[in-house]
């Protein structure tokens, strides 16, 4: 009505006023949050040892699992997507599955394969390897519950691609593993690198797999959500310092991620 | 024969033999649905047959029984079959030189040296300005253009072309039309297309499909000057009439009788086809006008403007008329008229 | 204008919707003030009724589970909603305008804390003690007898962070005994300790008494001496805003009383240390 300019959208008047509603749901408790940081004392809170540890395990076991899901993700996002199996479906499923699940219960089950007493670890122990408690626990904690995101983006990415561009790398003379790396990712690169922000966002805010999996050490297996629900008991101020450098942390990740689909058209030289 | 290939795929209800000589270029025609584009993706080994067998100069392609078990099959990135598609396809992440290196460096070149070879292709191709642009930045045809020299730079035993001409516009088409008859020559080369022109163009030779199956094939001029199927007729321009040989002419499934001039020496009591151009045909109201032979009571089912006159369809024959006798005759879907039909325009010959 | 019934439309449809999502907000913001009928009544002399919101730590599930009924059986009028999380959590709670009528907490601190913001209604009352006890799963695997065994190297020891209660508690005794614990992990609660046990994870874990009574035989306790050196008191109150006066201080009454200590010394709870009255 007011820009002459605009296409019609579609969108009646109404859907915005729910929309709003929607937004502050989200938004308005972030202001409250950063209504109550105690400015006078946050960067003192914020650069404390126990915080920086916590800051820095974090940013770490989050790029590690960044890593992992990439690894594991991209293949098994291929074979959900290009490949033909008995049991296909069941399977996208059960990789989705730690979308759904509280990641207590991730916690729980991962302790049962990888814990002393577990699945896997009774063998590992053998062989000399503990993942209880260590920053490996946390690590394979996060990962579960990021790995989903990973799979799911990339799954869809490749979908809408199809495989036309592949089909004909193929005549071409390119082998698979040729055109996998010359074509496909290239041409997904959108999608994995959203699907590979998102797992790292996903591992930043990983907390109940963690605490139930890996416990809570300084420096080994305390990341920074573990700290903030740790420094609550004590100093409220802290805790919400805390979050802010959390929340800081994720909309820089997010930011960054809507970047790189345009860059990588102009960049990436050949 | 350097390429034999034989094939069935039941789901698609396909069963095709054919054979291409050292430097032969064959065009496909057929209806859409008729099989092309599954006879290009299983000489590429995009698409498994059931059965069947296929060798390009000693190299087999794949040799299927009919069991299904075992068998030979060749990746597709074995084979030297590059196809060149509708639309261009190409990587958009690539420059168009590296898409035109793409084959050279998939055949193990080094990044200089299939650089070098792109460069060669592109020149080929009037293309080698575009060297540095990305594929968003260049026109249907100029990326069509760089399609064909990528295909070409994979020196491929056989170049699968599936249609390249039909996403470009009606300014692009010619150009390239001109471009594929330069690089083709001497090449083996199938090329699936629904233009006729494109036949005459480029093929040697004219494969017409239809359900699945080969309908008729023959040298390009034998075919569109004397199609046997109504598909290559259609193609050709041409009406065409099955019926019976008779001594002055033939006579159709239902008492239809057309004279004309009987070639190839037919026998009466043979099958036998008759074809004539629509501008031959003349439409009158009444039965009584004209010539007594080769007069064929109709109803019309479609007028269509066809350059500057107006084709009167009546089933699957066809008359050529201009504006003005067809505003005077007050044509309109549903009449009934008749058709009259020169002898000397009508060629009958035997099926 | 053609739209306008349209237009009118939507407004009303907007409307309708805005104040049922109001309507839905203010319900959540209400829970400043306590839930439902604040009509408490005395019914005789016998019994009374109404509704009684109790915050207790989550140290004293049990016997106030067994505690709440109890009060039930006497009130038959009476319904107690019960509310376990850590003392923490419930101060927070309670800060934040939680419909609390009574809260029990398991240290002073945060019922200090309570107290110095004025949210309690008289002075908390001490009403059980705990004390610490090293709790390790079924058969002992790493044989531990006595404090100074957990500072053993290679023992995978786990205890609560100094910044909640129970690891506050096992740092005095640390202290007391002159040993240091080198923990593969410092957890945010009691729970969490005993749940790194439970799982074979941890060889051992310092917990409260009442936990290792309560866990079953999913886990053994391995009593030291030096635990008395750090006892934990349990303080109980009711609080100011709370509109069952009456049947708060009933059930704080029953609590503090010969039943609430039977009940108590049931779950493993030690009598308090200075016994008050409220």
């Given at each position: 009505?007011?820009?002459?300019?605009?296409?019609?959208?579609?969108?009646?008047?109404?859907?915005?006023?729910?929309?709003?509603?929607?937004?502050?749901?989200?938004?308005?408790?972030?202001?409250?949050?950063?209504?109550?940081?105690?400015?006078?004392?946050?960067?003192?809170?914020?650069?404390?040892?126990?915080?920086?540890?916590?800051?820095?395990?974090?940013?770490?076991?989050?790029?590690?699992?960044?890593?992992?899901?990439?690894?594991?993700?991209?293949?098994?996002?291929?074979?959900?997507?290009?490949?033909?199996?008995?049991?296909?479906?069941?399977?996208?499923?059960?990789?989705?599955?730690?979308?759904?699940?509280?990641?207590?219960?991730?916690?729980?089950?991962?302790?049962?394969?990888?814990?002393?007493?577990?699945?896997?670890?009774?063998?590992?122990?053998?062989a000399g390897i503990q993942i209880a408690f260590s920053t490996t626990a946390v690590v394979l904690a996060q990962t579960f519950v990021a790995l989903p995101f990973l799979v799911v983006s990339l799954e869809g990415a490749l979908r809408t691609a199809g495989n036309r561009y592949e089909a004909v790398a193929a005549t071409l003379g390119a082998r698979p593993t040729t055109v996998l790396r010359r074509v496909t990712v290239p041409l997904v690169l959108p999608g994995l690198a959203s699907g590979a922000v998102l797992s790292f966002a996903r591992s930043l805010g990983e907390f109940g797999a963690t605490l139930t999996f890996a416990g809570s050490l300084q420096g080994v297996t305390r990341t920074l959500p573990l700290e903030i629900y740790l420094q609550r008991e004590t100093d409220a101020d802290a805790a919400v310092a805390l979050s802010l450098v959390l929340v800081l942390v994720a909309v820089i990740v997010v930011g960054l991620s809507r970047r790189p689909s345009r860059s990588t058209n102009l960049g990436a030289a050949p | 024969?350097?390429?034999?290939?034989?094939?069935?795929?039941?789901?698609?209800?396909?069963?095709?033999?054919?054979?291409?000589?050292?430097?032969?270029?064959?065009?496909?025609?057929?209806?859409?649905?008729?099989?092309?584009?599954?006879?290009?993706?299983?000489?590429?080994?995009?698409?498994?047959?059931?059965?069947?067998?296929?060798?390009?100069?000693?190299?087999?392609?794949?040799?299927?029984?009919?069991?299904?078990?075992?068998?030979?099959?060749?990746?597709?990135?074995?084979?030297?079959?590059?196809?060149?598609?509708?639309?261009?396809?190409?990587?958009?992440?690539?420059?168009?030189?590296?898409?035109?290196?793409?084959?050279?460096?998939?055949?193990?070149?080094?990044?200089?040296?299939?650089?070098?070879?792109?460069?060669?292709?592109?020149?080929?191709?009037?293309?080698?300005?575009?060297?540095?642009?990305?594929?968003?930045?260049?026109?249907?045809?100029?990326?069509?253009?760089?399609?064909?020299?990528?295909?070409?730079?994979?020196?491929?035993?056989?170049?699968?072309?599936?249609?390249?001409?039909?996403?470009?516009?009606?300014?692009?088409?010619?150009?390239?039309?001109?471009?594929?008859?330069?690089?083709?020559?001497?090449?083996?080369?199938?090329?699936?297309?629904?233009?006729?022109?494109?036949?005459?163009?480029?093929?040697?030779?004219?494969?017409?499909?239809?359900?699945?199956?080969?309908?008729?094939?023959?040298?390009?001029?034998?075919?569109?000057?004397?199609?046997?199927?109504?598909?290559?007729?259609?193609?050709?321009?041409?009406?065409?009439?099955?019926?019976?040989?008779?001594?002055?002419?033939?006579?159709?499934?239902?008492?239809?009788?057309?004279?004309?001039?009987?070639?190839?020496?037919?026998?009466?009591?043979?099958?036998?086809?008759?074809?004539?151009?629509?501008?031959?045909?003349?439409?009158?109201p009444t039965a009584a006008h004209g010539s007594p032979r080769n007069t064929l009571p109709v109803t019309i089912t479609d007028l269509e403007p066809h350059g500057d006159q107006v084709r009167v369809r009546a089933g699957g024959l066809s008359a050529d008329i201009t504006p003005a006798a067809s505003a005077d005759l007050g044509l309109a879907p549903g009449m009934t008229v008749y058709f009259v039909i020169k002898a000397t325009a009508v060629s009958i010959y035997p099926a | 204008m053609r739209f306008f019934p349209r237009g009118a439309r939507s407004l009303i449809l907007v409307i309708a919707l805005a104040g049922v999502l109001t309507a839905g907000l203010t319900g959540c913001g209400s829970a400043g003030s306590p839930p439902g009928n604040s009509s408490t009544t005395a019914v005789g002399s016998e019994g009374l009724s109404g509704n009684l919101t109790v915050f207790a730590a989550a140290s004293l599930k049990l016997p106030f589970t067994k505690l709440a009924d109890e009060f039930e059986a006497r009130n038959p009028g009476s319904s107690v909603v019960l509310s376990f999380a850590g003392s923490s959590d419930l101060a927070t709670q309670i800060t934040q305008g939680a419909p609390a009528d009574v809260v029990a907490t398991a240290d002073t601190r945060n019922m200090a804390k309570l107290a110095d913001a004025s949210l309690l209604d008289g002075a908390p009352t001490n009403f059980a003690t705990n004390v610490l006890t090293i709790a390790v799963p079924p058969g002992n695997p790493a044989s531990i007898r006595s404090f100074n065994d957990l500072a053993r190297p290679g023992t995978k020891v786990?205890?609560?962070?100094?910044?909640?209660?129970?690891?506050?508690?096992?740092?005095?005794?640390?202290?007391?005994?002159?040993?240091?614990?080198?923990?593969?992990?410092?957890?945010?609660?009691?729970?969490?300790?005993?749940?790194?046990?439970?799982?074979?994870?941890?060889?051992?874990?310092?917990?409260?008494?009442?936990?290792?009574?309560?866990?079953?035989?999913?886990?053994?306790?391995?009593?030291?001496?030096?635990?008395?050196?750090?006892?934990?008191?349990?303080?109980?109150?009711?609080?100011?805003?709370?509109?069952?006066?009456?049947?708060?201080?009933?059930?704080?009454?029953?609590?503090?009383?010969?039943?609430?200590?039977?009940?108590?010394?049931e779950a493993g709870f030690g009598a308090p240390e200075v016994p008050s009255h409220g």
């Open positions: 009505m007011s820009s002459a300019n605009r296409g019609y959208a579609g969108v009646p008047a109404w859907i915005y006023v729910v929309a709003a509603l929607g937004g502050l749901l989200v938004l308005l408790p972030l202001g409250a949050m950063l209504a109550r940081v105690n400015w006078g004392r946050f960067i003192p809170l914020i650069t404390s040892e126990s915080s920086l540890t916590a800051l820095w395990l974090s940013l770490r076991t989050s790029a590690a699992s960044t890593i992992l899901c990439v690894v594991l993700g991209v293949p098994l996002a291929l074979v959900l997507a290009r490949g033909s199996f008995p049991g296909q479906r069941v399977l996208r499923s059960l990789v989705l599955l730690p979308l759904v699940l509280p990641p207590v219960v991730g916690g729980i089950a991962l302790l049962y394969t990888f814990g002393r007493q577990g699945l896997l670890g009774r063998s590992l122990e053998f | 024969m350097s390429f034999r290939f034989s094939a069935t795929v039941q789901s698609r209800g396909f069963e095709v033999s054919l054979a291409l000589g050292p430097a032969e270029t064959v065009a496909v025609l057929g209806a859409n649905g008729a099989g092309k584009s599954t006879l290009l993706a299983v000489i590429a080994g995009l698409l498994r047959p059931d059965s069947g067998q296929a060798d390009v100069d000693g190299k087999v392609l794949f040799d299927l029984g009919e069991a299904a078990a075992g068998g030979i099959w060749t990746a597709p990135h074995r084979r030297g079959t590059a196809l060149l598609a509708q639309e261009p396809l190409l990587f958009p992440h690539l420059s168009a030189l590296d898409n035109v290196a793409f084959g050279p460096r998939s055949a193990g070149l080094s990044r200089p040296a299939s650089r070098e070879a792109a460069r060669h292709w592109l020149r080929e191709v009037d293309a080698e300005s575009l060297a540095s642009r990305r594929p968003a930045r260049l026109s249907g045809g100029q990326a069509q253009r760089i399609a064909i020299a990528r295909s070409l730079a994979a020196n491929p035993e056989i170049l699968l072309l599936d249609e390249p001409m039909a996403a470009l516009d009606v300014h692009a088409a010619p150009l390239l039309r001109r471009l594929l008859k330069r690089v083709l020559a001497g090449r083996r080369a199938i090329i699936v297309t629904h233009d006729v022109l494109d036949a005459l163009m480029l093929a040697d030779r004219i494969i017409v499909l239809d359900n699945g199956g080969i309908a008729e094939e023959g040298p390009t001029k034998e075919v569109l000057r004397k199609p046997r199927s109504p598909f290559a007729a259609r193609l050709a321009g041409l009406n065409l009439l099955t019926g019976t040989l008779s001594g002055d002419g033939i006579t159709s499934g239902d008492g239809l009788h057309l004279a004309g001039h009987l070639e190839d020496g037919g026998q009466a009591g043979d099958d036998g086809i008759a074809v004539f151009p629509p501008s031959a045909v003349s439409v009158f | 786990v205890v609560c962070a100094s910044q909640v209660p129970c690891g506050a508690a096992a740092d005095a005794v640390e202290q007391a005994v002159g040993t240091t614990l080198k923990p593969v992990s410092e957890e945010s609660s009691v729970t969490d300790v005993l749940g790194k046990v439970t799982s074979g994870e941890a060889d051992a874990g310092l917990v409260y008494v009442t936990d290792v009574k309560g866990a079953g035989d999913r886990v053994v306790g391995v009593p030291f001496a030096e635990a008395g050196s750090a006892v934990t008191t349990y303080p109980i109150a009711s609080v100011a805003t709370s509109r069952n006066k009456e049947l708060a201080s009933a059930f704080i009454a029953l609590v503090t009383g010969a039943e609430g200590a039977k009940v108590l010394a």
